[in-house]
């Protein structure tokens, strides 16, 4: 994770929306009827990979955030996003999410993937997931959807019954419609339990999608050492991971998926970055931008927040943003470096150097986005 390749005075050439040279200006050349893109000077880094939000939903809670900022603890919130879902259209959700996931591909981001998990009933949860398809279709960027239809327990419901609905109901809809990769679970007291969780989760592997857990976010809940029982493909918060749930990771090959946006905003302890690259793990990062936890959509201010909240390198949460970000998704063989073969996922930065990307924390750096070849943002230019 420490080592970067960096090459000064690169070119780069794309064809057919894949990488086909990478090397000096030299070694590239320049192809007579091909267009060029001048980065004069600029730092080019993969497009970012963010494999954790919740980017659809029906509407803001801002007096939820004004009130936890003023000392009420985090609570139902979700419950709140449920209520707003059940009541919207599907086209008005992706309607919704179109406009923040397209500022998030304006920050960089060039893979996306967004959860379901404020329905809780079935034809909820598969209007959220019809809708991420929708969003999708109207964007140049990747969007890989994760099934979280164990969020929350709904009002009313028992755990055991509403287990039940997702494993009976849900995921047999969710893969017959081929709606979702991934299955995801919110295993926390009050929430899912680890026999729940485990519950969901094999379920939803024997309907075909690799398993994601919110683990150990507000307490050590025994998530992180589910994920390395089942070789979850991540585990994602890990604020409050114990020394077995480091283990199980290691043993389970589990992508810790690290969130100190969440943490930053709700006044949480960060989770041991530091402590996981050290284990050796491929930790990621991720946004988690959702309604609730965390309305940071920027992967670059996400960087930034790791190098000075979880004392992990440049060098090390780049990695962490876009290969290991992409290897959470299945991913790693397609985008998150910038090497012959790979889909031409790539922003060009506003820097002199990468290593100044936490340092102006919370600029505009971004300059221009490609999503596989295309160039999907460009600056406008400054106004005199
Ligand atoms: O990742 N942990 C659970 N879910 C979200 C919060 C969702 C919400 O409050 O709407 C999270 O923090
Ligand atoms: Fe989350």
Redesign the pocket.
């Known amino acids: 994770m420490s080592r970067l390749d960096v090459i000064d005075g690169a070119s780069l050439a794309i064809e057919g929306g894949r990488i086909t040279r990478v090397g000096s200006a030299e070694h590239v050349g320049r192809q007579a009827d091909g267009e060029v893109f001048d980065a004069e000077g600029g730092v080019i880094l993969p497009g970012w990979v963010d494999p954790?939000t919740?980017a659809v939903?029906a509407e803001s809670?801002e007096e939820e955030f004004l009130a936890r900022c003023q000392g009420t603890p985090?609570g139902r919130?979700?419950l709140t996003?449920t209520r707003q879902v059940r009541a919207a259209e599907e086209a008005s959700l992706a309607q919704t999410g179109l406009r923040f996931v397209r500022e998030m591909m304006c920050a960089g981001t060039t893979t996306v993937e967004i959860k379901s998990?404020?329905g809780l009933e079935t034809e909820s949860e598969l209007k959220l997931l019809r809708a991420i398809r929708r969003l999708s279709q109207g964007l140049p960027i990747e969007v890989v959807a994760t099934f979280l239809g164990a969020?929350a327990i709904p009002e009313g419901r028992s755990e055991a019954e509403y287990v039940e609905e997702i494993t009976g109901r849900m995921l047999p809809a969710v893969a017959a419609e081929k709606l979702a990769e991934f299955c995801d679970v919110?295993c926390?007291a009050g929430?899912f339990g680890v026999a729940s969780s485990r519950t969901v989760l094999e379920a939803g592997r024997a309907a075909g999608l690799e398993a994601k857990i919110?683990a150990d976010?507000l307490s050590d809940s025994g998530g992180a050492v589910l994920a390395g029982a089942l070789g979850a493909t991540s585990a994602?918060?890990l604020l409050y991971v114990s020394e077995a749930g480091i283990e199980a990771m290691k043993a389970g090959s589990v992508i810790p998926t690290l969130?100190p946006g969440?943490a930053f905003t709700l006044g949480l302890p960060y989770a041991p970055g530091r402590r996981l690259v050290d284990a050796g793990l491929p930790v990621a990062l991720a946004s988690?931008f959702?309604?609730?936890?965390?309305l940071i959509h920027s992967m670059a201010t996400i960087v930034a927040l790791a190098v000075m909240k979880m004392r992990m390198t440049i060098e090390e949460a780049i990695t962490a943003a876009t290969l290991n970000g992409a290897a959470a998704l299945g991913r790693a063989g397609e985008t998150g470096t910038l090497e012959v073969g790979k889909r031409a996922d790539l922003v060009v930065h506003d820097l002199g150097s990468y290593r100044q990307l936490p340092y102006f924390f919370g600029h505009d750096r971004v300059r221009a986005v490609f999503a596989a070849g295309r160039l999907v943002y460009r600056r406008p230019d400054e106004t005199p």
Do not use: K
């Not at 959702?290 to 965390?294: D, S």
């Open positions: 954790h919740h939903f809670r985090y919130g979700i996003s998990g404020y969020h919110f926390e929430f919110h976010e994602d918060h969130l969440t988690d959702n309604p609730g936890t965390c």
